[in-house]
């Protein structure tokens, strides 16, 4: 009996102990509108570290249900609000504390009230991207995404609309961290369709963690479109004509409490004009040959594109989110070849050839997303899913004509793809302590891709054109990837900081053909790691040195057998055994801040191995053929050094990448190296009352390819905009190269077989005036974080 009561007052005496736990409550109301806010993160602190972290419910409630006695403090923070500290929060044990109403003030009142002190810069280094600001900058009104991309230090956009960063093209885009299926077969055209005016930031991750999909040796460019947090109805109209694009955009918001809609959506038109000259002579034991070629050309181009997007946060920790982006883009080129072929003991062939080619596409992607937070701050859980569809039909016709301008032979061939990719992606955030971070998920990836064409021809040059069965064929092509990572993060304010994680995606494809040919299939599994260190030092100053290794999975321009006889002496087509690459990457980066100053610096090396080039062959007619292999080495070393300064009124930028490249393949016996670099210069001068001026400029270097080299050349533009409207409007004016009417490169290939010399001129002097409205009512409204699928795993096409 006695025992027993011992045990019972144990038990009680253990109980009371639980029971001494007291609650600390509160609500937490709008200083101005007196309503509750939501989803405002409370974090309760002891000499200075912090215990626990609760977010705000729908009513605006707080609560932490264990705590000891003792004294505290509540920090709360909130996006758009300033921080509110309160000191002296006393709980005595097995008493509850209700704190009662809590007033929290917004960082900024009505817009139409808020006076800019500081605006952010045009270019910030953060410590795993560089971001580009595109927002401030006034030169790329009425232009386009590759606009925007040229102003970026490491980024190159070449006079065909190609992107290269740090002298590769193998990077992979994103838009507003998700995959454009259109990517895989033109970045070029996907950055036509986006206005400039369009885009908040353009972010280059060159060191991207496990989180990212393991594509992209060079690293990733993420398009960040603006996007509206106000609350109530508002929006913006923007409309821009010039000598060579149109654009006509605009969005409308609507958002009330937890439920938010947003409609955006726009039409751009674009022209271009250009000649090409080419001289090639081949060589085959002796029997030599020379054609000489002049190409003028002219497009057109109109581009649609539209999204809808709906949140709804059901209550403080859950929301429920849905996408919708349609396009619709048809471009249209006309071509006049002039044809001047001579070879020993062959007559002269003299000929014009008259080719029309449009590309057509259409697509869309639909994306259900459910985001859970955690009363810990910055703990998430996510399931994102997205299925898109697309249809990427290109279509050319050609008349070929004699030296009396008798047509005498006809062509056409329709070539018609299908892409449908489906995406689930499951990830999970846990904050280990107040700077350490464990982030691990799950990834697959389903994609079909067909492409169907057929050639006809006419050799009589009569409108009775006949089917050519062996140019046709049918590629049906099937890839699934699965994935997984883990990643962990420490960020201390005056120690090292580690950014560490791996990732492992398996990859599966099924290809077949209706023309003969075998059909294969191939897995294969890849370990990504990556490492990053960074270390703030004394006076401002930031290190940081990283390791990553990507992996690139060729897509559909490269792996399509379609075999394009539009140009009678240049063909081209795909090769569907393409293998992906594998790159290894590492970078030590320098950063200082002085005042209004700073100076950035990245020494980098990157190593391809198995590269996919383009391998051009030539035959005995003298016409050649492009297609793609793995048969090369790809090493670059290099550095890029950029700054900015503001001396009052007048702001720069400016930035130098350096770097050398060595191309080397024992299979083609050729090898090629060479030192490349570009300039960048950036000028803004405020001459206050909403009137600003800039300048912008940017130098390439002659560059090496594998067979061949491209000369250089120059751009730059001039900017005006003025506020206008109370400040709900601006109106912009910008010309481009006034001083030259086109730019022109040269180009040279060479192999033991032939050599080939060549000039390419682009038409672009022109100009562009730009106006911009905002419309209905805007007062502050904070968001929560959200995330959304990034399928940045494919090797994106070219122009």
Known sequence: MKQLFLVALLLGGIGTSFAQKSKISGFLLDSTSKQAVEFATVALLKDSKILEGTTTEVTGKFTFSKVSGGSYQLKITFVGYRDKIINNVVVTEGNDLDLGVISFAQAAQQLQEVQVVEQ?????????RLVYNAEKDITIKGGNAGDVLRKIPAVAVDLDGNVELRGSSNIKVLINNKPSNLMAKSVAEVLKLIPADDIKQIEVITSPSAK???EGTAGIINIITKRNTLQGVNGKANTSIGRWNDNYNGNLNYRKKSVGVTARGGFNKWRNLGENSVTRITTLENYQTKLLQTTSFKGTGENMYGNLSAEWDIDSLNRLSAGLNFYDGKNAMNFDYVNDFTAPSEPRSLFTRKLYRIYD??????????????????????????FSKEVDDSYYNLDQLNAENAIY???KSPNASRNHEGTIQIDFTNPLDSVSTLEIGAKAILRNVKSDYRVATALDGSSDFQDVPALANLFDYNQQVASSYVAYSRVSKNKWGINAGARYEHTFIQAAFLAGTVPFSSNYGNIIPNLSLSRNLPKNQKLKLSYSQRIQRPMLWFLNPYVNASEPKATYSGNPYLKPELTHSAEASYNVYIKESSVNTVLFMRQTNNAIERIRTVNEDGSTH???????????????LSGSTKIKKFSANTSLNLYYNILNSPALQAKNENWMYRINLNGTYDFGKGLKAQFFGFFNSPRVMLQGKVSGYAYYNLALQKEVLKKKGTIGLGVDNIFAPFLEQKITFAS??????????YFNRGWRVSFS????????????????ISNDDKKGGEN
């Open 212 to 214: 990212y999909d393991a």
């Open 120 to 128: 952010k810069a045009l270019f910030e280094d953060k410590p795993d």
């Open 626 to 640: 492009l297609t793609f292999q793995n048969i090369s080495q790809n090493i670059s070393y290099g550095l890029t």
């Open 752 to 761: 033991p077989a032939f050599t080939q010399e060549g000039s390419s001129k």
């Open 409 to 411: 032979y006809r062509e």
């Open 773 to 788: 409205y905002e419309f209905g009512k805007m007062t502050s409204q904070p968001q929560r974080s959200k995330k959304s």
């Open 361 to 386: 596409w259409n697509g869309g992607t639909l994306n259900f997303d459910y985001n859970k937070s955690f009363k810990k701050p910055k703990k998430e859980f996510n399931i994102l899913t997205m």
